[in-house]
């Protein structure tokens, strides 16, 4: 009986892996992922250039042999740049991310099985949160604490809290109808374990996906605080800071802002590839096919 | 004989490669009602889609379908516009979805009448308000500004024929369409496509599993199984013969009685569960910012006592108050006054934290309609099925729970193995079996079924009748069986309780109460019912069919 058990364990660990090895967008974006995480902790130890060093005379480069990306007007290597900024802004959107998830996910959950006035509080307070603008009460929570990476994180994550307690809380509202949900409680499950039995493996598909949208909303409005200087502070860079000196420089040096820009693309692609795949790697229902 | 309205002539069908109808032939004619008749997969349904040509992507059909002097298949899609929705219409199953949830009943209907004939919309709007008169929907009760969800089921299908029979098409095609309603809109509803039928002289496909049904309304009928057609001919005639074995074979599960030997047992003295002037109120529309309209009564001062073993019967209309009794029974919702006892336990003043309440829980199971929404599909069976367990009082070990779950599959009828996998997998007929294995696994006295059958082709309902009247034989399970369908609650119940408006207005042995009923609401049930044998005595006695009075149908729904 036992032996049976875990031939079936292991035959489920199997089939994770055909089919992933069947989904090209899960291993594109598994490849694209595990890139961007690779440059970023070698960036801890390594990089081509020194990017505290400033070297005048060979600023404003295009292109070359020596500056794959040239460099910008402090004479800096834009891919030593890159590299550096890459913990930063991963750091701060994915830390974001984090916070919206691990805060909002279990509010939204909770309002959904609840209802009635808890759901109305949290629902009015999320409409609150959304009506400022989110820029406004970033700068708000950094006139008070002060600029730096730790504060953009904080202001960006308090934004997605609402994101995520809204979409799960909508996702959850239309389960708990379902029958399976109502066989649920006829067995005498309370609400908090059919939300993690029944409602959270059901609700993670969208989950994911929001979650790999706030995390290019998030690189982005790392950038919009670094642009008016509330973001990462210099010496230490980021990709949105990077942009945002680029476009004084825009018409003499398009690459200071091309560079950071693809970075920002590539890696939000890599991600979205990565959620949609594991979205259908996970998803039973596709398990016999292909 | 006029020519007919639509040949089908060896029509194949496949899709992505699959076979899906073998050489079909069927022959609709003018101001005819013809049967299409099969159980789920039977190619019932992409027989009419393939008329409409609105079939799924991947699919190549040969073959001929000639209507009137034009050959469907080799019709442009351009043409095909133009025939849907003003000489071809379709009804659908679901009138819940089949109508858009954010225009009013007058656009939808003047819709299609404006996009065909080029009306203006105060012309099309006063054609819409005809028809929607003629569907029985007048404009006095049912202005054209009226919303989908202001109306009933009933009164949505009606929309929906409306809307279908706008333009007076010449052939009109019905896919199943009142297996979403209950038995006495059903009535109504054929009765008013029969109307429209000899009215307007069209043709009408009407697809269906239900053979009483058929019996009742059709001239023709075609018998698919698989993509090929078993039996077609006149309807009466093939349904009273039944040469054929499928025809023969499908009669009898529609009628199918399970072997029961407790059926004749007498009922103990002691209750199982005993419910006290039960009222169940709904808080009443939101008028204002605090005040709110009056609420509304569904479940109205009901009393009754299920005995051990017994099989009890809940029949009625849709929104009578059934399901709601159902799930304050089983504490899933709180009643507003009265008291239910179950197994001498005061359920209904327990809180879900008691431990008296995971007592109760254990003795008293569920088996919902749809074999579908009742299982969460990302976990495997064998989690589904093991859900109750945890209501155990000591843990089991991991071994003894995978005893619990062969032996629950077992019973059932269902393989070991079926437990490593997900319940999209299975067929609607093994889900069901799989559900009232999920039911039985902790050994309950108590199952409520809410219409465990009514979701399933006629031959697996038969087999899931024969799982519960063999569940009660061999342990002694008492149920609740709610259903509007009279067939099922004949086959697998010893007493009968009848609903109406949320009160319990007839009670007694299930034969007393549906072969005599007393009351109006009982009364309007059974003649409602579709009963294949009844329909085929009054066709071959009387060829003329019986009109809407006879049948006692009242106001729209």
Redesign the interface.
Known sequence: ??DH?VA?EH?DWRLFLKKARANRSFQAGAIITLLIVAVATISLVWTPYDVSRLAIPERLQGPSGAHWFGTDHFGRDIVSMIMEGSRNSIAVALIAVGIGMVIGVPLGCWAAAKRGWIDEVFMRTSDIIFAFPALLSAVMITAIFGPGAVNAIIAIGIFNIPVFARVARGAALSLWP???I?????????PARITA??IL??IANLLLVQGTIQFSLGILAEAGLSYVGLGAQPPATSWGRMLAEAQTMMAIAPQMAIAPGAAIIVTVLGLNLLGDGLRDVL???L??QR | MTAPILAIDTLDLTIGGAPILKGVDMVVEAGKVHALVGESGSGKSMTALTTMRLLPHGAEASGTLRFGDEDLLAATEERMCALRGDDIGMVFQEPMTALNPVKTIGEQVAEGIRWHTGANRPDAEERAAHMLERVGLPHTRFPLDRYPHELSGGQRQRVVIAIACALRPKLLIADEPTTALDVVLQAQILDLLKELVSEDGMGLILISHDLGVVADMADDITILRHGVVQEAGHAVDVLRHQNHPYTQQLAEASAHVPQWQSRARSPKDTALLDVQNLVKDYPGPRNGLLARGDPFRAVDDVSFSVPPGRSVGLVGQSGCGKSTLA?IV?A?DKPTGGAISFDGMQTSSLN??DAQ??LA??E???V???PY???????TVER?VA??L??EERPLG??ER??RIVFALEEVGMPADAM?R?P??FSGGQRQRL?IA?AIITRPKLVVCDEPVSALDVSIRAQILDLFAKLNDELGLAYLFITHDLTVARAITHEVMVMDHGKIVERGATADVLDDPQTEAAQRLVAAAPDLRRAIERRVGNTVPPSPRERGEGAPS
């Open positions: 009986m036992n058990l079936a035959e379902r029958e399976f109502l066989a649920a409680r006829a067995s005498g499950k309370g039995e029944h493996p059901n998803d039973p229902k398990r016999r | 799930r089983l899933l879900d934290h309440m995971a829980r254990r008293m199971q569920v919902f309609q749809d929404g009742s299982f969460n599909p990302r976990q589904l859900e109750p945890h209501l991991r071994a995978r005893e490593h997900y999209h997998e559900a999920r």
